[in-house]
């Protein structure tokens, strides 16, 4: 029977890997070998740490499968990134090299055993492989690293391909080191050096790889969070739920889609509505509040799937995949038996990440600590019901998990000066318009369905838990032993809910202050906090779902599985908007290279920086103009990591802010370009450092009065093609 069911699992394997690579050759064309080398590499560091993944996730039906990957990748950086910021390792393809190799005998030598194979694990490697497949072929139907903010996260993945030692540089202001939080860019980088494929294709690789991330981390959680409440005997209903829960996050919006490309076109169609209806854009949902009628209190609330589509390689989205993965370890300490070790493997993991977590997307950090001690604390009430060890044992094991991380923080924090101006009250006046209240409801209308239904049914339904019942002298006793007779997935469903929704208030009350005007005064704090509100109550909904929804139907229950199944619906509708406006309905596939638009906008520029590229070793300062943030200036050393006098100037600003430096800059760089001075030219190149002058179409351009004429006397032309130069100072 072994014998039979093996030849027969061979033959499914067979198949699926041919019909996956003919399909992935039919899709994505040249740009095969590129993907499968990207793939392979993802899946040989999920291999690496697959047995210390089981390990952790040993209460998984899936043993976290999945979750290998970005442990391994957690890993792996963290450890290199450490070295090399204390100069012992340099950031090279051979020490990456050999730490995977390092890695690989260490952890095989002390996890002998890779326990029983599992048919799952190829199911869910094709989950995987299908949506790396799926975002790398719509990536290439619009490849193109140009537009918000592409310049600046390419700009970082070329800057830190370059760095042997951390911190990098910050190419935008040479001669200082970066004050942003750099290190998913970095993670990007990893991959690019062990891959060796060429970063503009990597760039489209990566944004991929966070659309499977997101997608696939999603579904292994769901559907693990549901098979801890019903076991076995529900696996089929564990995996809807985690599919549901995939595509709500990776691809779903909000029920604007539904309200403004559906409701109010068939309102007024039929004359009930008499107002406007613009044509719907698949970013409207994006900058809705305060913007749609436009208001003093303007925000951003942004969502992953808008994350992904938009295809920047951004700190907060890169921070998602590190975030599923950490409430998946929260899941896997909440539901484990208490052990008897210094720190479980799962709370190590924890340490690890919430550095990687800060130095990603700082807001995170502050996030998930705050899930994290809800968590432990619960699960300590549960243990010891009212007594001082609850407390105790929560803090220990906080202080533990904290003080790790602060260690392998400090490299960062020693660098980092935070621009921004601490926490303030909300002006709360928005608090008192109607209308806010409604465009709260088009953003967090289904997911407060989802969350309330769940808690009603809770509280007031399930059978066994009838709380207001409990023959108990106090509250906390009888909430105690309430919660002692729910599973612990339904526990750990409530504190994920209590969690986003106090993210959403959170946002309504307090923000960060930067340098934003006064229409965006907390544009940024909303958009960081809410994006994690959203990823929390997607990750439950399809376990709400499958939870609420009853074995025998009568004609009330039917009716409500009918409301429950049409809410999904809705914010499903917005992929059919935000995949053909922007990529044309996916009918033409252009590639992965993301520069091909910049050998067609700017030829001669190009072939400059091309020469750069293949020429220019390390990292010295190159001039070129400054422009605003989103246009095409910065251009040089965003497409080859070398750092310029000054950047995007705005940018810097909010990296660093306070405007004097680039204020400062922007005149001098002005002066190389156009004074007169010959004495004052040669002191500002020696301040800076510069080894090049790039005369482009864009200098040109910015400055009208360029003086060429002095260049051949600070330097030779190295480069030339048509009206483009590139000047190699002289010592």
Known sequence: MFAKEKISLSKKLIFLILFLGFTTYFLLGKDIISFFVWWFSLWLIGFIFWPLSRKIFESFFDEGWLFSKTIGLVFLTLTLWFLSSLKILPFTYFTILGLLVLSAIVIFKKFKSFGRFKEIFIWEEVIFFCALVFFSFVRGQLPDIHGIEKFMDFAFLNNLLRTKFMPPVDMWLAGKPANYYYYGHYVFAFLTKLTGIPSAIAYNLGVATLFAFGFS????????????????????????????????????????????????????????????????????????????????????????????????????????????????????????????TFMPFENLIMALILPVMWMTNTWDFPIYFGVMGIVFLVRSFLKYNLKREALQTTLMEILKILTISLVLLLPFLINFKNPTQGIHLTRLSHLLSPLYWFQLFVVWGYQSFFAILFIIYIFFFEPRNLLLKEPSTNFLSRLHKFFSKLSRADIFVLIIIFCAFGLVWFSEFFYQKDISGADFYRANTVWKVTLQAFVLFDIVIGYIVLRIIPKKLNFKKAILCLVVGGIICLPMLYPIWSLSQPYDRLRAYKGLDGTTFLKSLYPDDYRGIQWLNNSVFGQPTIVEAVGESYTDYARVSVFTGLPTILGWRVHEWYWRGFFDEPAKRTEEVREIYESNDLEKTKLLLKKYKVSYIFVGSLERQQYPKLNEQKLPSLGEVVFTSGETKIYKIRN
């Not at 005997?233 to 889609?257: D, F, P, R, W």
């Open 217 to 340: 981390l999603t579904f292994s959680l769901t559907a693990n969070l549901f098979y801890f409440w019903g076991g076995e005997k529900t696996i089929k209903k564990a995996i809807s739920a985690g599919l549901i829960s995939a595509l709500l996050l990776s691809l779903g919006g909000n029920l604007h889609t539904f309200v403004y490309a559906v409701l109010l076109p068939f309102a007024k169609n039929i004359g009930v509505y008499q107002g406007e209806v613009k044509p719907y854009f698949y970013a409207d949902p994006r900058s809705y509040i305060g913007h749609y009628p436009p208001t003093d209190d303007k925000l951003i609330t942004e969502f992953p799937a808008y994350s992904y589509v938009l295809g920047d390689l951004h700190a907060q989205i890169i921070g998602v995949c590190f975030t599923i993965t950490f409430i998946a370890l929260l899941l896997a300490f909440f539901v484990k038996e208490d052990r008897k």
